[in-house]
């Protein structure tokens, strides 16, 4: 039997940032991860990330938006930021996002539901930042940037910030069904 604590937060959001970080470096510190894959909309999550693990030996991903998720040609992290983030010794990862990619922009013109989109709002009922952090261990796996099958720690959140901290055996998208949480370390109640 393995007992552990989780953190519930009140409500979702980016209010519980400095929470999820000090989760996560109490993690690595006990558990000894060395993969860390973290959800970042500005670059903000994983620069307070960078910092608290700045003395650790960790594999740091930060996967952002993918681009033109807002308006066509444009990123949510400046170059400025993404510079600073890769000074912190953290990967930054850019692409297609799983459940919001081909898939959405076909609801939108056709109004179907499709796999994806069912796999996204199944996960969601654990909270968006829970879906988010499966999704972008997937990505960081797709892109080689995380091993395959190993236990991961993954940060993500509702909206901006961080409100979700999960241990995750990942897995790439085509081995979806592989993927598992092993942990729930902080999550919103609502």
Do not use: W
Request: glycine share 8%; hydrophobic share 45%; net charge positive.
């Amino acid at each position: 039997m393995i007992i552990k604590k989780t953190v519930y937060f009140e409500k979702p959001g980016r209010d519980n940032t400095a929470d999820c970080v000090s989760v996560l470096k109490e993690a690595v510190e006990a558990g000894g991860h060395k993969n860390i894959v973290l959800a970042t909309t500005t670059g903000d999550t994983a620069l307070a990330v960078g910092e608290a693990l700045r003395d650790q030996r960790a594999n740091i991903v930060a996967v952002t938006h993918s681009m033109g998720f807002k308006e066509p040609n444009t990123t949510s992290v400046g170059r400025e930021t993404r510079q600073k983030i890769e000074s912190l010794g953290i990967k930054i990862f850019t692409g297609p996002m799983l459940t919001h990619s081909l898939e959405t922009a076909l609801n939108h013109k056709f109004q179907g539901i499709y796999p994806t989109m069912i796999i996204a709002q199944s996960l969601k009922r654990f909270g968006e930042g829970s879906k988010v952090a499966c999704e972008i261990v997937m990505m960081a796996a797709d892109a080689g940037l995380i091993p395959e099958g190993e236990e991961v720690l993954a940060v993500a959140g509702t909206a901006r910030g961080a409100d979700t901290v999960l241990l995750v055996k990942s897995a790439v998208s085509k081995r979806f069904l592989e993927l598992r949480v092993l942990e729930v370390l902080a999550k919103p109640r609502v």
